[in-house]
């Protein structure tokens, strides 16, 4: 990453001596070393950058260009990794909306825009409605890509962690087991969304595991619920793809 992002870097340089800073070309230079730098996480000047090219392209493309849409999803994608929540959710949630009307609510990238929305909403702690448009997904990933593509696969994996956070473990541990074997047998065991689903599904089996060793031992006291559940899922932190 550090080569590529010197090189990315050397490349804006030129661009912007030679096109100037608002040719499209420039512009797409930036928000490919934006990306590189968050990949390094360098989070806060991959952010700047990012919403350096959003603004360009609103100005230049118009707001409801691809590439601005695009540049849209991409900066709230950073901030969400920043841990500005509200931000990211109200911009992919601008994005969502004008993918289902641009492009048409099952199109590839409008579903991936509403899984990338259910992200930060469950991030946010809003699971009722994560949940519901993980399911959404799910559902409209295994219509038209198929029940083994590896993204049905991995919004199985999204909604069992949502299930997983409501506290249907019953449901979320069975879709897991599904979704880690498909992996598996599809990616292989090394794949990295794999370890993703193994490691959710260990999550979650812990705590269903805790909660009921916990609930046995609370039996005779008002200690149990949701309180309950809620201090034991804290120890354990929810992995999305």
Known sequence: LDEAAKMKREVLEKRKRILGEEHPDTISAMSNLASTLGDQGQLDEAAKMKREVLEKRKRILGEEHPDTISAMNNL?????????????????????????????????DTISAMNNLANTLGDQGQLDEAAKMNREVLEKRKRILGEEHPSTI????????????????????????IAVQRMRRIRGDEHPHTKVA??????????????????????KKKDKGDSLYARIKGKFRRKVL
């Open 76 to 108: 709230a994608n950073t901030l969400g990794d920043q841990g500005q929540l509200d931000e990211a959710a109200k911009m992919k949630r601008e994005v969502l909306e004008k993918m289902n009307r641009i492009l048409g609510e099952e199109h590839p």
């Open 198 to 219: 193994v490691s959710n599904l260990a999550r979650l089996s812990a705590v269903r595991t805790h909660t009921l060793k916990v609930t046995a031992m609370n039996s």
């Open 154 to 177: 991995s919004a199985m994996n999204n909604l069992a962690s949502t299930l997983g956070d409501q506290g249907q473990l019953g449901e979320a541990i069975a879709l897991l087991e």
